[in-house]
């Protein structure tokens, strides 16, 4: 496409990459290129499980569907799930996930769920619980780039073997929020039209059929400057630019624009509070304990999870929660 039409959004760099990488392999585990949270402990799904368990209960226990985007291996939604039966939620499970090696996954946890190529076709005769863990991150960003000559959007090329950024020759300052922009030159600004639309269209789905939305990733509250693109392989950074489609590409999401972009939809937006803080609010500790008694061998691997999940120099600050929810709906815990 490079060769012949000349280089190409990063945005689309982004997405035609992450499609393969997604398509053909597992990327999770020791054996893969990154580790996500349910991963590292039961006790993360569990309590998802039961914050959601607590609103729907609040909510007046209607008849509700439960819903992941980017499901990993389907161990978020087991541990979910097994932990709102407790608290007699035993919601259809819907799961969007276009890549067969993660279905397959997903398949062996969760025989009974239903899958979707998009969130288009969840249902609509309910309200939804829909929980997003790491899935903004992997969405495509377009970048803009402080020029001399203004600001332009960051491209893709070819030149010697490989594949380079270079500035667009069209004027994108009208993009770029006002306040932004000033900055120096070689200044990036990220945004994502993809997430937008999704938690557009999603939001709306809340506003008419009620629900929640809970999204967990990495980011930061903008509109801000920085160039946050980062490529994972084999539990390392790499290089974006070089084996499209052999690693994971990332950026941090801003939760402050997808937050407004709901509020625009007519949904009460709570956050974005730290991973940690959230975890510790909802009762991890509780939890934690709870575990290490029923097993005490495990007790030193339960508590060095918490950590993991809840330090602030682990995922506990970067990982932040943003949690999306309808009309009426009651106030969720967790969110001073």
Not at 60 to 65: D, V
Not at 76 to 100: F, G, N, Y
Not at 295 to 310: F, K, N
Request: charged share 20%; with cysteine; glycine share 10%.
């Amino acid at each position: 496409m490079i060769g012949a039409e000349g280089p190409i959004p990063l945005a689309h760099y982004m997405g035609f990459a992450n499609a393969h990488y997604y398509a053909s392999r597992d990327p999770l585990g020791v054996a893969g290129d990154f580790i996500t949270a349910p991963e590292i402990s039961q006790m993360f799904g569990e309590l998802i499980g039961l914050w959601l368990a607590d609103l729907w209960m609040r909510a007046g226990r209607p008849a509700a569907s439960y819903a992941e985007l980017g499901p990993g291996r389907g161990t978020l939604a087991a541990d979910a799930a097994r932990a709102m039966r407790a608290a007699k939620l035993v919601p259809p499970i819907h799961l969007v996930e276009t890549s067969p090696v993660l279905r397959t996954a997903q398949r062996e946890r969760l025989p009974a769920a239903t899958w979707h190529d998009d969130a288009g076709s969840l249902p609509e005769d309910g309200p939804l619980l829909i929980v997003a863990n790491e899935f903004f991150d992997a969405l495509p960003v377009r970048q803009l780039v402080r020029t001399a000559g203004g600001w332009r959007e960051h491209l893709v090329g070819w030149q010697d073997g490989r594949f380079v950024p270079v500035a667009g020759e069209v004027p994108m300052d009208a993009l770029v929020p006002e306040v932004l922009r000033d900055a120096d030159a070689g200044s990036v600004f990220e945004s994502s039209p993809a997430s937008a639309a999704i938690i557009a269209q999603l939001a709306r789905r809340l506003a008419t059929q009620g629900g929640v939305m809970l999204l967990i990733d990495y980011g930061y509250a903008g509109p801000a400057i920085g160039d946050t693109l980062q490529a994972v392989r084999r539990h390392a950074y790499a290089d974006p630019f070089v084996d499209p489609g052999s690693c994971d590409l990332t950026a941090h999401v801003d939760f402050a624009s997808l937050a407004a972009t709901a509020q625009a939809e007519g949904v009460q937006a709570f956050g974005p509070v730290g991973q940690g803080e959230w975890l510790e609010r909802v009762g991890i500790g509780v939890r934690a304990e709870a575990l290490a008694r029923s097993s005490p061998t495990r007790a030193g691997d339960i508590a060095a999870a918490r950590v993991r999940l809840t330090a602030p120099g682990a995922m506990g600050q970067l990982f932040r929660v943003l949690a999306l929810v309808a009309p009426g709906w009651p106030v969720p815990e967790g969110f001073a």
